[in-house]
């Protein structure tokens, strides 16, 4: 069974920094990784797939890379409209999240 | 607009049972994988099932094997997930969602799709 762990749970960062959040799988799951933004009480969007593709409507801010086993969503510059919980998934299993809150 | 609609969700006792259903709008239903995502109350997302676009390839996760059955009906644009003896721990709302699926892009290299449209999610309690 592979598992995503994500890290740090939580991050404070302020608006108009950039946020860094890793994601590092069990075992090597060469691009088959998403990541996803969930702000409260709203559907999971979609955000990154294939490690580093942003999907329609994304900003350039978001970015995804990596490969195998360790991968990294950036963020570069925070909105306040960023705040929210990304999850990492490779099919199969999603990551624990990372809270993204307001320093 | 590209839609998933979920129904079925409900109270129910456990070793009860329920059956979701996720209706398609606006999309070609069977070019897809489908799959559930649940949502307990305060935690994270966990992924349940999925189901290859002809129903020959069928994924689960380990807490729902034996209980759960996945299917759909592309006449209906219909995807179902059968809950059978349920657990208070499988209270969750729980979301079906278009996935995009895995190809292979070259030797020992996979490129993963996503599941990029969701639905509402449909609210399932067990509880006595």
């Known amino acids: 069974e592979r598992v995503l762990t994500q890290s740090p749970a939580a991050l404070s960062v302020s608006p108009g920094e950039r946020a860094t959040l890793s994601c590092r799988a069990s075992?090597?799951?060469?691009?088959?990784l998403a990541w996803y933004q969930q702000k409260p009480g709203q559907v999971p969007r979609l955000l990154i797939y294939g490690a580093s593709t942003r999907a329609t409507g994304i900003p350039a801010r978001f970015s995804g890379s990596g490969s195998g086993t360790e991968f990294t969503l950036t963020i570069s510059s925070l909105q306040s409209e960023d705040f929210a919980t990304y999850y990492c998934q490779i099919p199969g299993t999603f990551g624990q999240g990372t809270k993204v809150e307001i320093k | 607009e590209v839609q998933l609609v979920e129904s079925g969700g409900g109270l129910v006792q456990p070793g009860g049972s329920l059956r979701l259903s996720c209706e398609a709008s606006r999309f070609i239903f069977s070019a897809y994988w489908m799959g559930w995502v649940r949502q307990a109350p305060g935690k994270g997302l966990e992924w349940v099932a999925n189901i290859k676009q002809d129903e020959s390839e069928k994924h689960y996760v380990d807490s729902v094997k034996g209980r759960f059955t996945i299917s759909r009906d592309n006449a209906r644009n219909s995807l179902y997930l059968q809950m059978n003896s349920l657990r208070v721990e499988d209270t969750a709302v729980y979301y079906c969602?278009?996935?995009?699926?895995?190809?292979?892009?070259?030797?020992?290299?996979?490129?993963?799709?996503?599941?990029?449209?969701w639905g509402q999610g449909t609210t399932v309690t067990v509880s006595s």
């Open positions: 075992q090597s799951v060469s691009s088959t």
């Open positions: 969602a278009r996935d995009g699926g895995v190809a292979v892009v070259g030797v020992g290299r996979e490129f993963y799709y996503g599941m990029d449209v």
